[in-house]
């Protein structure tokens, strides 16, 4: 089964400052910063790409520091004066400052002057990405783009009047329509490493796979390429804090990559989130860099894969306190309406998640009545508990039971597992207790289990109807006088999955994890 690796400990959570580094120092010596927080960044920026053998793979680097024309235009990867090392010649109306850089929607063009049939990048290893701080307005505009015809573009991202976006590498246009919340808002990147196909991808998420025939490969052209515009038509009116263009990148190498920007971009204080992720960081207030990187991964994760719309509620259990464990990721409001948990005596809360110890106050609903919060999803609901520890016992670990129609789910109550989905309860051979465990509904005569997003159980099972008193209960459920006494780090309240969909949901919140150093040994 797939599974997300953890990066290096250098890369991901840098926690002293890099030693002074030759390269770093030629572009710090050429664009005269004298900021001591930027010459850092810039340090640890050309360090952590080393650290990952990313540092070759890549021909130009602009990290738009600085804050002028002047310094902005420079190549951290070859940071001379000249064309021959590809500096930028900005024109028309280009604003500069501790962001990046602005352009003006407009025909004007903002220009770095590169040839591709120089082999600097060849046809089938190539990639090109940006750091987007604005959501894209609605204007017709290019990203990057070169002059060689629709047979050969290397690499373009645009917003139709549609909202459509294309993306090409060195292939036709692709249309790929409807782009998900956020617009072009983040760090966007097209690899391709083979000629058959490229991929594209949002803050270290793969969101497309362009693979048909008119995405084969072409030859490289000898044509300049347009920053933040297009040669001949619209330019972008977006604030760009970060362009490079070089070799393709595996998606491992997409995920280091991307946290090394990230980790750039958060130095200099101008990082960007997704919307919904923003407010959950905000409303919790989480301030660690690692953990607010995760939930924003973990935002544009489901939400490529078309999961966060079906989502009720999620639960993180991100930041180590019942304040900031008690807010629901999908509406992180501090009221009831918003289903935020409200725990009871009893619980441990920890970098790890949430534990109890299983005493008759240790209750902690989610405020979630299913007649009252859940219309309509009787046939259409599933529930998700990511546990950290293989804890045996008679324990009953998320939703309700003792009701008319219950909801919930214990992969191991003294050694059989048990659910329900607004129905009498079925059973089965013990679940994995250390996994993700979910239980899903999408008909009215049918339920399935899963660990770890692998479908282990179905089995025929009637729908009652959604119960009117039971309240969804967390880590024990809410109305059980058998408490759980295992920890969870994750639970999540969606509706009915496919088996394509619960690995993704499964593969989503495994990387949310792994980023955070509590994943579970692969089983």
């Known amino acids: 089964m797939w599974r997300f690796k953890q990066i290096s400990s250098t890369v991901a959570r840098r926690v002293t400052e890099s030693p002074?580094?030759?390269?770093?120092?030629?572009?710090?010596?050429?664009?005269?910063?004298?900021?001591?927080?930027?010459?850092?960044?810039?340090?640890?920026?050309?360090t952590d790409l080393k650290d990952a053998g990313l540092w070759a793979r890549w021909d130009m680097l602009y990290p738009f520091v600085g804050g002028t024309a002047t310094t902005h235009k420079y190549n951290l990867k070859d940071p001379r004066d000249l064309d021959a090392a590809f500096r930028i010649t900005f024109s028309g109306a280009v604003t500069h400052d501790s962001n990046g850089i602005t352009g003006t929607f407009s025909s004007t063009t903002h220009q770095c002057d590169i040839h591709y049939n120089t082999g600097l990048v060849t046809q089938d290893d190539n990639s090109m990405w940006y750091y987007d701080k604005t959501a894209r307005p609605a204007e017709n505009t290019n990203i990057m783009h070169d002059m060689g015809g629709d047979d050969h573009f290397i690499m373009s991202q645009w917003n139709g009047?549609?909202?459509?976006?294309?993306?090409?590498?060195?292939?036709?246009?692709?249309?790929?329509?409807?782009?998900?919340?956020?617009?072009?808002?983040?760090?966007?990147?097209?690899?391709?490493?083979?000629?058959?196909e490229y991929k594209v991808f949002r803050d270290g998420a793969l969101v497309y796979t362009a693979n048909t025939a008119n995405d084969a490969s072409r030859t490289i052209v000898a044509q300049n390429v347009a920053v933040a515009g297009r040669f001949g038509s619209t330019a972008s009116s977006d604030n760009y804090a970060f362009f490079a263009i070089g070799g393709g990148l595996t998606p491992a190498e997409v995920t280091t990559f991307n946290t090394i920007i990230q980790d750039y971009q958060t130095a200099l204080g101008r990082q960007t989130y997704d919307?919904?992720?923003?407010?959950?960081?905000?409303?919790?207030?989480?301030?660690?860099?690692?953990?607010?990187?995760?939930?924003?991964?973990?935002?544009?994760?489901?939400?490529?894969?078309?999961?966060?719309?079906?989502?009720?509620?999620?639960?993180?259990?991100?930041?180590?306190?019942?304040?900031?464990?008690?807010?629901?990721?999908?509406?992180?409001?501090?009221?009831?309406?918003?289903?935020?948990?409200?725990?009871?005596?009893?619980?441990?809360?920890?970098?790890n998640g949430v534990d109890s110890d299983g005493s008759s106050g240790a209750v902690a609903g989610t405020n979630i009545i299913p007649a009252t919060n859940l219309a309509g999803k009787q046939n259409n609901l599933a529930l998700h508990n990511y546990v950290t520890e293989a804890t045996a016992g008679a324990f009953q670990d998320l939703g309700f039971d003792g009701t008319t129609h219950p909801l919930f789910i214990t992969p191991s109550y003294n050694g059989t597992a048990y659910f329900a989905i607004n129905s009498q309860q079925s059973s089965a051979t013990a679940m994995t207790i250390q996994a993700m465990t979910s239980v899903s509904r999408l008909s009215a005569t049918e339920i399935k289990a899963y660990t770890n997003g692998v479908l282990i159980h179905t089995e025929a099972n009637n729908s009652t109807g959604l119960d009117a008193t039971g309240e969804i209960g967390v880590v024990g459920m809410g109305t059980s006088s058998i408490r759980s006494q295992r920890n969870s780090a994750f639970v999540g309240v969606t509706e009915g999955f496919t088996d394509t969909e619960m690995l993704d949901f499964y593969n989503a919140v495994e990387k949310y994890q792994t980023t955070l150093g509590r994943e579970n040994p692969i089983l």
Request: aromatic share 10%; no cysteine; proline share 4%.
């Open 20 to 46: 002074s580094d030759a390269d770093a120092d030629a572009f710090i010596s050429a664009t005269g910063i004298t900021d001591t927080t930027q010459k850092q960044a810039i340090q640890n920026l050309v």
């Open 161 to 196: 009047p549609g909202d459509e976006n294309y993306y090409a590498e060195n292939s036709n246009p692709l249309l790929y329509s409807t782009f998900p919340s956020g617009g072009t808002q983040g760090f966007t990147g097209m690899s391709r490493i083979i000629g058959s």
């Open 275 to 351: 919307a919904d992720a923003e407010t959950f960081i905000s409303a919790a207030g989480i301030t660690a860099k690692e953990q607010k990187q995760a939930i924003n991964t973990l935002v544009i994760d489901l939400k490529f894969k078309g999961l966060w719309d079906k989502s009720v509620a999620l639960y993180p259990f991100v930041g180590g306190t019942a304040t900031t464990h008690k807010y629901n990721l999908k509406n992180p409001l501090d009221t009831d309406a918003g289903f935020r948990i409200t725990f009871g005596t009893g619980f441990t809360h920890s970098a």
